[in-house]
């Protein structure tokens, strides 16, 4: 029984680490420090700063402020203006 407990708990870990791995492929990185999935036709921007200490997929908020646009990150405060 134990053997199987652990061999049950490898299988949940290799899949877990597969879909890491698969999400950290699909990661496209942009000149603004924000991050977008390669197959999102929305191409959603992330916070960078999230997803490179926490590997969180974090959206942006985008507002218009005086003609720029300023991204923040409402989970690390974050902001950054292209």
């Excluded at 134990?2 to 496209?28: F, P, T």
């Excluded at 000149?31 to 191409?43: G, R």
């Excluded at 700063?49 to 003609?67: A, E, F, P, T, V």
């Amino acid at each position: 029984l134990e053997l199987q407990a652990e061999v049950a708990h490898l299988r949940e870990e290799n899949q877990q680490l597969r879909a890491k791995k698969d999400l950290e492929s699909r990661i496209v990185r942009h000149q603004v420090p924000f991050v977008s999935l390669k197959d999102d036709p929305d191409e959603i921007a992330y916070c960078s700063n999230c997803w490179d200490s926490k590997r969180l997929l974090i959206q942006m908020h985008i507002y218009d402020s005086y003609g720029l646009d300023t991204y923040r990150c409402h989970t690390c405060k974050a902001h950054f203006t292209d």
